[in-house]
């Protein structure tokens, strides 16, 4: 009969089942199983749901630095001007955007100004970093004229000052105020540097979807921002966008042609590299560790296979003695663990899904319970708990647990196939 049985037979993956179902009054372990059903299931649900939310930020902090920030930016080292000075502003700053402009690859070149002030408005102040940029240079910027969170005429820019949701809420200004800026290194006179300080009237109110964004960012006409910082006729640098901002680092050479011998380039990569580098390393240690717990819950189905094999071990006897084979044996009990960890994982991947796609509501539910306050953008950077489904987050998840099961599931059905059939009738 052994000789002529397939693997996997019919009649074996019937005793296997009739085994899970058992109660434990006939030799079963209902109890077990379950158990390690639901063990499996939460470990393969704790491990899409972090790996979801992991991709999700990762997604969404590289989002709103794409969307509301330069891809590359080209800057001068200083020179001594002829008063002696330090000056790295750039002079011929049309010409350079224009040939940074024709480099293959990018889709804008933009003069910018750039410089720290204070905002004041009702008696309320607020330190932020003020853009001065072209109006039609700023539609280029997704994350500020796409706002799904504008308020205002973004159309309306030359006439006022756009300014970011969180400078707005800091300072209680609302599109139609007129604000003040204030600047320390102001006008000259005979008694040294007096500050200056500008009125403009808020035409714009964006949110490009990160905090430190939204509380700091002012932008301001350029030919205004030129007067206002003292920076007549030169530009402090030039914003690039390119088509392809994950191979920036291809473009450096290209762009340092483009921008002549004094110019430097300063990517996406260079200012936010450190806190990326970051997150590759906690999303590696955070897989080991959900690994361990998926680990952890595989060997609960080597505990409840152990317990199985003890109490069917008359049951064993009597087959092998019918003529079944120690593979047949083997193969009984281990689907009897595979099934635990399919199944298992089912559960866990459907529940893992629905958690990354229903994300928002569970979260706003959450933070009802809690009363407010569980997530901090002002700590956290973004306004919302991200998640983003890959598919191969799932598959590594799948076959982590999958695998697991398969192995641990080896030793006790050996332990089964093994037993010696006089052994077990012995005593029956």
Known sequence: ???????????????????????????????????????????????????????????????????ANAHATIYYSGAVDESGRRNSTIADFDAVAERLAGVPGVTSAAPLIKGQVMAANQGRNAGVEVFGIRADDLRQIPGIAQSERARGDIDRFGEGIAIGEG?????????????????PEGVQTAFGTSPRVNSYEVVYIFSAGRYDIDRTRVYLPFAEAQSFFNRDGVADEIEVMVEDPERVETM?????????????????????????????????????????????????????????????????????????????ILRVFFLCGSLIGVVGTAIGVIAGCLFALYIDPIFAFVNYLSGGGAWDPSVRGIYALPAELRLEDVLKAVGLSLGLSFVVTIFPARRAARMNPVEALRYE
């Open 252 to 328: 450096i050479h290209p762009l340092l042609s483009a921008g002549g011998e004094r110019a430097m380039v300063w990517t996406w990569r260079d200012s936010a590299g450190g806190f990326l580098r970051a997150l590759d390393i906690e999303d590696n240690v955070m897989f080991i560790i959900l690994s361990i717990l998926v680990l952890i819950a595989a060997m609960n189905i080597i505990s409840g296979l152990i317990m199985l094999v003890k109490n069917k071990g008359r049951d064993i006897g009597i087959l092998r003695t019918m003529g079944l084979s120690e593979g047949s």
């Open 167 to 183: 400078v707005a809420r800091e300072i209680q200004a609302r599109v139609g105020d007129r604000i003040r800026i204030i600047s």
């Open 1 to 67: 009969m052994s000789s002529r049985t397939p693997p996997f037979a019919a009649f074996e993956w019937s005793i296997a089942w009739r085994y899970l179902r058992a109660r434990r009054a006939e030799g079963g372990v209902s109890v077990m199983t379950v158990i390690s059903l639901v063990g499996v299931a939460l470990a393969v649900f704790a491990l899409i749901a972090t790996l979801a939310v992991r991709s999700g930020f990762r997604t969404e902090f590289v989002g709103t630095i794409l969307g």
